[in-house]
């Protein structure tokens, strides 16, 4: 994988190159300039062509990678402890995160196409500039222009979700708990009220205002995720991961992946299996 040393912002050939177990706490943009390429996400499949700029949150949920051979873009890593430690004041990076959830890929307009890919080959050049006494710094603020061209682009595209500040912090901690595993063993909104110190309705809410989604469609997104995850592995019998995953029978889990996907586990299982190649 040929990219720079440092971890915080580094560029890589291929989104194929990326190691999620290497850098587990990363976030991938890709800007698609020629070709095509295409990836699952969530269980959802995309087809990326030039002109979309990809924005993974979490590589974890992301898979089956494939590129055209007259493919080329630009991939960036951001560590994100890096863009946190940037503290941009302006909540609407909450809303982003949540909707990019749903949907990862922005379709540029030729003007934010330009935008995007100048900002990008700018951060490349100067990441190159290791001799730049305040280089840290001086990154961090190329990169804050280039996230707040993103959150121009992405607003101008979605319906306006004024979030307020302590609003944002919940949905950041609620959204936190679901990447750290908790709908593993609990898929009820009032566990994560009760955690937040809200009220379920209250809960479920702000995640509607802000995403267009309540609370339990993330729990869901999250738990269905994990089952898909556990599904494509055939060693493990629908015992085994109704048991991982703590619902109280067989037929629940069946009936929870029922009401989800439209499918029984096994016909769920076996569409997988079919996608994969496999």
């Given at each position: 994988m040929e990219r720079q040393e440092w971890n915080k912002i580094f560029f890589i050939r291929s989104v194929k190159d990326y190691d999620v177990t290497d850098n587990p706490c990363c976030v991938i943009h890709i800007l698609c300039r020629r070709g095509s390429m295409s990836f699952r996400f969530q269980?959802?499949?995309y087809n990326i062509a030039a002109g979309d700029y990809v924005i993974l949150t979490n590589m974890s949920l992301a898979s089956g990678f494939s590129e055209s051979d007259d493919y080329e873009g630009i991939t960036m890593g951001l560590s994100e402890p890096f863009v946190l430690s940037i503290a941009i004041r302006n909540n609407y990076g909450i809303i982003g995160h949540l909707s990019l959830l749903q949907n990862p890929v922005m379709k540029l307009s030729p003007p934010d196409f330009r935008k995007c890919s100048s900002d990008m080959e700018r951060l490349r050049e100067r990441l190159a500039d290791k001799t730049h006494l305040f280089r840290e710094e001086m990154l961090g603020y190329l990169l804050m222009a280039h996230i707040l061209d993103l959150y121009d682009i992405h607003a101008r595209?979605?319906?306006?979700?004024?979030?307020?500040?302590r609003t944002a912090k919940l949905l950041q901690?609620?959204?936190?708990m679901l990447y750290g595993g908790e709908y593993i063993t609990h898929r009820d909104v009032p566990y994560y009220a009760s955690r937040l110190c809200v009220t379920p309705h209250?809960?479920?809410e702000i995640c509607r205002k802000a995403s267009g989604k309540p609370a339990t469609y993330w729990i869901d997104r999250f738990t269905?995720?994990?089952?898909?995850?556990?599904?494509?592995?055939k060693e493990l019998t629908l015992t085994d991961i109704a048991d991982r995953l703590h619902f109280s029978s067989v037929s629940y889990f069946s009936r929870y992946v029922k009401k989800q996907t439209g499918l029984y586990p096994t016909a769920y299982r076996n569409n997988l299996w079919k996608k994969s190649g496999e």
């Open positions: 269980n959802v499949h595209g979605q319906a306006p979700r004024p979030v307020p500040e901690q609620f959204v936190d209250y809960l479920s269905l995720h994990e089952i898909a995850n556990l599904l494509c592995q």
